[in-house]
């Protein structure tokens, strides 16, 4: 099973961490009654998805800022770095579900 990773804020550890947004799209592929089928379909499904599971939610949200202390910040959340990496996503998420090598 292929995994992507992106970055998090671990409140309770108090570090950054890696989190796999994967296991999450591929079982909400196999809760779906209408499958995707095309690649522009999945890639509407992976965006739904993961507007659905981690927009705007402040456990999912981490706080960039310019170095060394400017005045730019911005609040990224999962569901941004998703999108950034949509067809790559997409990509991985068809050869899970095909098993393809």
Wanted: aromatic residues 16%; charged residues 30%.
């Amino acid at each position: 099973m292929n995994s992507f990773n992106v970055i998090i804020y671990n409140f309770n550890k108090q570090k950054f961490e890696l989190y796999d947004v994967m296991p999450y799209l591929r079982e909400s592929y196999y809760d779906e009654d209408e499958k995707p089928s095309t690649f522009e379909e999945f890639r509407n499904f992976v965006l739904h998805k993961s507007m659905y599971q981690w927009w705007a939610r402040c456990e999912y949200e981490i706080i960039l800022t310019d170095w060394p202390n400017q005045s730019h910040k911005e609040k990224w959340d999962i569901h941004r770095q998703v999108k950034m990496n949509i067809d790559i996503i997409t990509e991985l998420l068809i050869k899970d579900i095909c098993k393809c090598p």
